[in-house]
């Protein structure tokens, strides 16, 4: 049975950093190109970042330079490193396996108060 749990979220003031986890379960992650994205109120589900199987990674326009996305095959844990945080990175941030199986996790709340 395929699971994602994310961790990490909080309230943080603009211009801190948090760190996001997402442990994977029931599968290889290592072999799945894994994502973050975020929702904010009222808004749809929006991407964050990107990193595949191979290790190359892609953010959103909004996040690069801020954000960084990383993976540890051997503990099967994607991480979302936030930096520079902005009230508008206020959001649910959700852990996404891609395929044609795709899968979410529960997602983590990430306030930034300004």
């Known amino acids: 049975q395929v699971q994602l749990v994310e961790s990490g979220g909080g309230l943080v003031q603009a211009g801190g950093s948090l760190r996001l986890s997402c442990v994977g379960s029931?599968?290889?992650?290592?072999?799945?190109?894994m994502d973050w994205y975020r929702q904010a109120p009222g808004r749809q589900r929006e991407f964050v970042a990107a990193i595949r199987s191979g290790g190359s990674r892609n953010y959103a326009d909004s996040v690069k330079g801020r954000f960084t996305i990383s993976r540890d095959n051997h503990k099967n844990t994607v991480s979302l490193q936030m930096n520079s945080l902005k009230p508008e990175d206020t959001a649910v941030y959700y852990c996404?396996?891609?395929?044609?199986?795709?899968?979410w996790g529960q997602g983590t709340q990430v306030t930034v108060s300004s």
């Open positions: 029931g599968f290889i992650l290592g072999f799945y190109d």
């Open positions: 996404h396996r891609s395929g044609p199986s795709g899968y």
